[in-house]
């Protein structure tokens, strides 16, 4: 080392020996002040001559419970953890651990949240739009497409992570400030793979819950996360294991759990979710065999028996925890040397904590909207309680969040806040769906008696939506099969808050097939119905609606009654009123909410009709939780006040639990009454992303229709019931049944479609 000419150690006269002793001493004087310097700057229970210790968590799904088992074992022991890399699940966990949460946080938090609700998309229906409301009503699956020019394009994956996304947010929320996850109170890296290249990537920089997403976005099943203009899937695809992850942060001891799945032979009947947890075990056990070959003979690697818990049973994530908690305590003998012999470091652990627990208090000065294109920015802004000034609620966040998701546009609805001088700008990041504006769903009605008697329906819905800013969409619903028809509405809001509207219908249909004048005289109809309407309505909430307009159109059908053809040709001018309310939290079994169709049409001589008649149909729903079982109430009354009704506007009862026993249709009339009581069961359930459950039921009936005019009396009710089983999927609603009817009539029944507010054959 020279010293600078003109400093006072250079100009002074010192002889040549004293010269070297004194540069010598001021070498040592500098190293010793740089090992000072350093060793302040390094966190208190990393100096001493312990080894720095990594810990690696792997991906494995709902396997990763075993994570939290094994971090309550190295605390208990006083091990100190100095870095932590983490795959998928083992990214959450890690994490989260890593932002200052305990384990037993850690399996408090695991344990309350509800991961099948979490890991689908499938919003609350209670709270859905009315719009998207009526569509479930319609008999499709749950499977969206998109529709171009190029033809029909998918989703990225079945989830887009809604209601995950917000939970990494809130559980990650008092490390928001930080973008260097060096800074966490352990340093900390997430593993994922780069769709594009297939390249690892490392994550170590931007929002903890972002990196956490894109760790486990499981290929197929979540959609990629992009991050920097990368599309990023499941790390495991590349390191399940990220060993030499932690080695390059300075561990030098490593402390691997792999909770990775080890390959086995898939079962005859292996489903959607079976086979995509089988790619996903074929892409990371032979990485994590490669990974584990790097550990040293210093190195500690915990395998916990997890054969009882497949990748996608989170709710057995307690049984996952234990057993990591057994494999840790298995190993005792050689974790006991890495315990930390040095003072204090509970109260520096426990410190740390009570820091991350701190309430924070969050004022909004500013409110931005980000990423809309055919959605305008207001119409989000409308959905948003929270105003400038305010101090932040995350659960109103939330629920604002999830209203503004709803409108049906949008693939993900997120939020970012950024530090200001006086306070913070909350950022609504929208995603709207890149395979919209046009939209296609399919779906099936399958009914049969095994005696003959059958229908089939094939629905196809096209949605175009956001046809200006204002929300209007262009809907087309298409059937096929016994009945033909198609139904054209353009539904234009008034408002951004969608609360006005109008909406003109166009409607063709036809009918070709079995009909009954009478539950003993069966006869056959070959006919089309047209006709085209203006509507005008209110939307009250979510569940109400109040819309009414005229009717002109024309029915030109025959009636084949063997010995004789009738024919009709008639004109057709109405007015007509509908209320609606629909609160259900399901169509197939609901088990909450409410549901009440009331209907009223005049046809009008003076409007072009052919003759005159007036129609009033009442349609209500209510099911009630008791013990184990969902009561349903069920009631239908339809009069035409002593009008006599054409043959094609008549009400009609039949089918499983509408007058069981009788075929679809078979009994008919101008005045008609029907009262049912359900009991139903959930024998078992299922994951979200499939269905909802098995169950079992009961019913219990009576009704009628009858002659215009008729008295009614108790006699006149036909007391009837079935036995049922059913099964709520993601195509759609499964049911077979026994139903039986007074006077001799019983059926078995298959059907697939909804029968509580069913989309009847007609």
Not at 61 to 68: E, Q
Not at 313 to 319: E, P
Not at 338 to 347: A, I, V
Not at 566 to 592: C, K, M, N, V, W
């Amino acid at each position: 080392m020279r010293l600078p000419r003109g400093s006072l150690l250079h100009r002074a006269s010192i002889p040549g020996r004293s010269r070297r002793a004194v540069r010598s001493l001021v070498l040592v004087v500098i190293v010793l002040a740089l090992t000072v310097s350093t060793a302040a700057a390094a966190p208190a229970e990393r100096t001493g001559s312990r080894p720095r210790i990594g810990l690696v968590l792997g991906g494995g799904g709902a396997r990763g419970g075993a994570h939290i088992g094994v971090l309550k074992v190295l605390e208990e022991m006083d091990i100190p953890i100095d870095y932590i890399a983490g795959t998928s699940i083992g990214s959450i966990v890690g994490g989260l651990y890593a932002s200052g949460m305990s384990p037993d946080e850690l399996d408090e938090t695991m344990q309350n949240i509800d991961w099948d609700k979490v890991i689908s998309d499938i919003p609350d229906r209670r709270k859905e739009l009315f719009r998207r409301k009526e569509e479930g009503l319609l008999d499709l699956f749950d499977i969206e497409f998109g529709l171009s020019s190029k033809g029909l394009k998918l989703p990225a994956g079945l989830v887009a992570g809604q209601k995950l996304n917000f939970l990494l947010r809130q559980l990650t929320f008092s490390s928001m400030d930080i973008e260097d996850f060096d800074r966490l109170p352990i340093p900390f890296r997430a593993v994922a793979t780069d769709l594009s290249t297939g390249e690892m990537v490392v994550l170590g920089q931007g929002n903890l819950a972002d990196a956490m997403r894109a760790s486990m976005a499981i290929p197929g099943v979540f959609t990629p996360k992009e991050i920097d203009g990368r599309t990023l899937i499941d790390g495991g695809v590349v390191r399940n294991l990220p060993v030499e992850i932690v080695r390059a942060m300075g561990a030098d001891i490593v402390i691997a759990v792999d909770v990775g799945k080890h390959t086995q032979p898939l079962t005859d009947h292996a489903s959607m979710l079976d086979i995509a947890s089988q790619t996903m075990t074929l892409l990371t056990a032979a990485n994590s065999v490669a990974s584990a070959k790097k550990l040293t003979p210093e190195d500690i690697l915990i395998t916990p028996d997890l054969a009882q818990v497949e990748i996608m049973d989170f709710h057995k994530m307690h049984l996952a925890e234990e057993e990591g908690e057994k494999a840790a305590n298995e190993l005792r003998d050689r974790l006991q040397g890495l315990s930390s012999l040095e003072p204090g470091y509970r109260e520096r652990l426990s410190r740390r904590r009570q820091e991350r627990d701190l309430p924070r208090r969050i004022v909004v000065r500013r409110i931005e909207v980000e990423g809309t294109r055919r959605v305008p920015s207001r119409m989000v802004e409308r959905r948003l309680r929270i105003e400038e000034g305010e101090t932040l609620d995350l659960e109103t966040l939330q629920e604002d969040l999830l209203r503004i998701y709803r409108i049906g546009e949008f693939e993900q609805v997120d939020f970012r806040l950024s530090r200001e001088e006086d306070g913070y700008v909350l950022t609504v990041v929208v995603d709207e769906k890149d395979w919209g504006p046009d939209y296609l769903r399919l779906g099936m009605r399958l009914e049969g008696n095994f005696q003959g008697s059958s229908g089939f329906l094939v629905n196809v819905l096209h949605r175009h939506g956001f046809v200006n800013r204002l929300g209007a969409e262009w809907r087309n619903v298409i059937t096929l099969g016994d009945v033909l028809s198609l139904n054209s509405e353009f539904y234009q809001p008034l408002d951004y808050g969608g609360h006005f509207f109008v909406a003109p219908v166009v409607l063709i249909k036809g009918r070709q097939g079995s009909a009954y004048l009478s539950p003993n005289q069966e006869v056959l109809f070959d006919g089309y119905r047209y006709w085209g309407s203006a509507d005008v309505g209110l939307n009250l909430g979510n569940s109400l609606q109040l819309r009414g307009g005229l009717r002109f159109g024309y029915v030109d059908g025959d009636f084949n009654m063997g010995a004789q053809v009738e024919t009709i040709r008639e004109h057709q001018g109405e007015y007509h009123l509908r209320f609606s309310y629909d609160s259900l939290d399901a169509t197939a079994f609901p088990t909450a909410g409410g549901f009440l169709d009331l209907e009223l049409s005049s046809s009008r001589e003076y409007l072009g009709a052919s003759r005159d008649y007036t129609r009033l149909r009442l349609f209500g729903i209510k099911p009630w939780p008791v013990a184990s079982f969902t009561l349903i109430g069920m009631i239908e009354a339809g009069t035409s006040f002593q009008d006599p009704l054409p043959v094609y506007d008549r009400f009609e009862l039949g089918g499983l639990l509408h007058l069981s026993g009788f075929q679809w249709g078979q009994v008919s009339g101008e005045e008609m009454a029907r009262l049912g009581l359900v009991a139903t069961h959930r024998i078992l359930n299922m994951n979200e992303l499939l269905g909802r459950g098995i169950y079992g039921g009961l019913s219990l009936e009576a009704g009628n229709a009858l002659p215009a005019g008729w008295e009614w009396s108790f006699d006149d009710f036909i007391p009837a019931m079935s036995i049922f089983g059913g099964a709520d999927t993601v195509l759609g609603s499964i049911y077979i049944g026994w139903g039986w009817a007074e006077q001799g009539h019983s059926s078995l029944y298959f059907m697939m479609g909804h029968a509580f507010p069913a989309g009847r054959l007609r």
